[in-house]
């Protein structure tokens, strides 16, 4: 087609999208409600926590940064072997998200990067650790590693290597809640790589058509692997994504942990209320490489370095703690106590044996849990 015809097409177009009728009242009822969540988080964008509870949140995420700062070093002592993936700089998202969790009826399913929800869902230190050095006693028997960690007890359904499965899977787990009425629901954590996954997108379908009670959970750290969002995305506000499906989103500052924390109330209100389900987008970053093998070759030092110094959400939480008039003293105190529990961690970790062989022919098949 010649350029002047193309051209004449696209006015064409144009003028017919100007010419449609006004929306419908349904239409615009919709819009409503897909703004709901960021009506609620504009009224308020931060959950107004006490100082213990500050202080808490604190402690949680400087869990997760010794944990995963100790789980690195033995990775290069050639303690942990296989895939490793650290949530370093993201501790703000799984210790907000959790806290307002109901450990009684919730459950939560993530991907990989997963050791970080483990911790904020209260999960002892020592099996985990144990179970990145793939012994006996940690909370997979030691078959799992650092990507298969599994706790029926804590409602935690992993820990999934494939890319966006945990998306299908967190669905079936709000399936169940409903089925059962047992007033639970589903968060599943995927990455801003794993949006791009189809099988999001046939869930996102199936619980916006029944209403399922679940909260979807973007941790977009900017990266999938070596891919930058933007040269991976052709949508790179990912709280959009369920527009298509009536599902509401909101983005969230995933470096703030009281924001965090007031979004997933916000969240969870909406569909515990039987609403159906919701999408958060946290913005966040990730320090250290997709893997423990990345050289990370795809952006700067700068970059990462600018992320650390302005953004940390340990170092923001502390800040806002100290402006609040609580003792640094007790904030040393905690720094202290969580070094320790984390070589207790790690020391337990090394020296509890490995499975023993005949351990390799079970497990295999579930039947049920
Ligand atoms: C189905 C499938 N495709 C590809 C991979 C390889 N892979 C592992 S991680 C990853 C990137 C995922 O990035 P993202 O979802 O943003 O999560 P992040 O690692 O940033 O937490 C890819 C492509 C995989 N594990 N599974």
């Known amino acids: 087609m010649a350029r002047s015809a193309r051209t004449s097409e696209i006015s064409k177009a144009k003028a017919a999208a100007s010419a449609r009728p006004a929306p419908r009242a349904e239409e615009g009822q919709d819009a409503i409600q897909l703004r709901s969540l960021q009506l609620a988080h504009e009224a308020e964008s931060r959950y107004r926590a006490s100082d213990e509870e500050l202080l808490h949140f604190y402690e949680q995420m400087v869990l997760i940064r010794r944990f995963e700062e100790k ?101 079936g787990l709000a399936f169940a809640h409903k089925y059962r009425g047992d007033g639970g629901a589903c968060v599943a954590y995927f990455g801003d790589g794993a949006a791009n996954q189809g099988q999001v997108y046939e869930s996102f379908n199936m619980a916006s058509l029944w209403q399922l009670p679940i909260v979807y959970v973007v941790e977009n750290n900017g990266y999938a692997m070596g891919t930058a969002v933007r040269r991976g995305s052709a949508e790179t506000h990912f709280y959009r994504r369920g527009t298509a499906f009536r599902i509401p989103g909101l983005p969230v500052n995933g470096m703030d942990v009281l924001e965090v924390r007031r979004a997933t109330d916000i969240a969870i209100a909406y569909v515990r209320a039987g609403n159906g389900p919701v999408l958060l987008e946290f913005n966040t970053y990730r320090y250290r490489g997709h893997s423990m093998s990345d050289p990370a070759k795809y952006r700067t030092r700068e970059e990462v370095q600018e992320m650390r110094e ?11 703690l100290l402006k609040r008039g609580v003792a640094e003293d007790a904030i040393k105190a905690i720094d202290k106590k969580l070094r320790s529990v984390v070589t207790e961690a790690a020391d337990f970790a090394e020296n509890s044996p490995e499975p023993d062989l005949c351990e390799l022919g079970t497990d295999v098949l579930v039947e049920s849990y």
């Open 310 to 320: 302005k953004h940390d959400p340990i170092d923001h939480a502390r800040d806002e």
């Open 71 to 171: 789980a690195g070093q033995l990775y290069g002592l050639g303690l942990i072997g296989g895939f490793c993936h650290l949530y370093i700089g993201q501790e703000a998202v799984a210790v907000g998200v959790q806290s307002a969790l109901d450990p009684a009826r919730d459950s939560v399913i993530t991907g990989y990067r997963d050791h970080g929800h483990m911790l904020a869902y209260g999960i002892d230190p020592k099996v985990i650790m144990a179970e990145l050095t793939g012994r006996a006693a940690g909370i997979s028997r030691g078959k799992g590693g650092s990507m298969h960690m599994f706790s029926v007890e804590h409602k935690f359904y992993g820990g999934h290597g494939i890319v966006g499965a945990q998306v299908s899977l967190g669905t």
